[in-house]
């Protein structure tokens, strides 16, 4: 998989494979509690219509690449696009 066809894939279709859902979903903004740390109140949002996510908590965000790059806590490439292919 190129990082091409990587960002092609949706973000909420990653992090349900990874057993996160959607708490609260409203037009494309789907909101999640953290994939990273405990919390009460949703506040990681997707946006389903650019596929980007935005951590709320962190104040960082990015596409699917990105978001495979902070849930594995690393800067390469290569491990995020095999975590996001596994």
């Not at 990587?6 to 973000?11: F, G, L, M, W």
Request: with cysteine; glycine share 4%.
């Amino acid at each position: 998989m190129t990082i091409a066809e990587a960002k092609q894939v949706r973000i909420v279709d990653f992090l349900a494979q990874l057993g996160h859902h959607a708490q609260h979903i409203k037009s494309e903004q789907y909101w999640y509690f953290s994939p990273l740390r405990n919390e009460r109140t949703p506040s990681f949002k997707v946006n389903d219509r650019i596929n980007e996510w935005y951590d709320f908590g962190e104040a960082t965000g990015g596409d699917l690449v990105e978001l495979a790059k902070y849930i594995c806590r690393t800067d390469c490439v290569s491990e995020a696009r095999a975590y996001i292919e596994r």
